[in-house]
């Protein structure tokens, strides 16, 4: 399916007292998106730390406690997506869940999941000063794709998003669409994401899609400030937007924002455009640099 809907969503932190509050959050979220017609839907990086607060204040104030404890929900998380999933029968890139490793530590793991349950994860790449100083999520190695339905799809989670050769490698690898869960506490930290996205658009000329939290959780030391601006980028060429943004949403204002997305024109820009840049990646790196000062 070349042609088909997404969402964005620019995701509200909520407290809950019970679980079947979030799962009837979860499940608001998914079915209004469905109604609407979307077939991929796509939740923001750490959203997934308002369940914390479903295990008390000792615990959802506590940066290494809290991880520990959102452990014991993750089965029952999963299968709630996997079961929206089929239910509604759309993909969804579910909010980014700090998970365990088996060697110890956490990674900040984001899962898409399909009809038929998982299809894949990919694992933040490049840590932040929060979460390495602070919070002590480890970084991952590896950059995947993950083949779908709608075609095969890369993962940058907020900061991975401002590193170009990782979406390189996934555009190389045939993802013309790169999906970008984000959580800043700052218009600096939201703007670096964004701009990240738009460059990842314009070099590989993909598609590229952000979300983000937004709004403000004062009880969570992880997740208390959040702002942002979901957004859906395109390439800068004949066919698409002038400015490379095909859809955005409003500032802080909690809510999908949708587009339609035709990833066969990704293929007829890269062949017709009137710039090549994703052709002409390569040939940066056989140019001469410049004499260094000692020379």
């Known amino acids: 399916m070349s042609v088909f809907t997404l969402a964005t969503a620019q995701y509200d932190i909520s407290f809950f007292t019970d679980w079947a509050q979030f799962a009837d959050k979860l499940d608001s979220w998914v079915s209004s998106a469905a109604a609407q017609g979307a077939k991929l839907l796509v939740f923001p990086e750490y959203g997934s730390m308002e369940l914390a607060s479903l295990f008390g204040e000792a615990v959802y104030s506590d940066l290494d406690k809290q991880l520990h404890a959102m452990q014991s929900l993750l089965p029952e998380w999963q299968a709630l997506h996997a079961s929206l999933a089929a239910r509604y029968d759309v993909l969804i890139l579910a909010s ?8 110890g530590g956490f990674v900040n793991r984001a899962n898409l999941f399909g009809p038929d349950g998982l299809l894949g994860y990919q694992d933040k790449l490049i840590m932040t000063r929060f979460e390495n100083e602070q919070w002590h999520i480890s970084a991952a190695e590896q950059i995947k794709v993950i083949d779908t339905p709608l075609g095969r799809i890369g993962i940058h989670i907020c900061y ?7 979406a390189n490698q996934q555009v190389a690898a045939g993802a013309d669409l790169l999906l970008v869960p984000s959580c800043t506490d700052t218009q600096a930290g939201f703007h670096r994401v964004r701009i990240g996205c738009q460059a990842r658009a314009l070099e590989n000329q993909c598609y590229v899609v952000q979300s983000p939290t937004v709004g403000d959780a004062d009880w969570s030391p992880a997740v208390d400030a959040n702002t942002g601006r979901a957004s859906v980028y395109t390439p800068v060429d ?11 949403g409003e500032s802080d204002e909690p809510g999908w924002v949708f587009a339609t997305v035709d990833l066969s024109e990704i293929a ?14 390569p040939k940066q790196f056989a140019l001469q640099a410049p004499a260094s000062s000692s020379d």
């Open 96 to 103: 980014s869940f700090p998970t365990a490793r088996p060697q």
């Open 160 to 166: 991975d998003s401002e590193f170009p050769m990782i």
């Open 268 to 281: 007829r820009i890269r062949n017709e455009g009137q710039v090549f840049n994703y052709r002409d990646w």
């Open 238 to 248: 004949y066919g698409f937007p002038a400015n490379g943004i095909l859809a955005q």
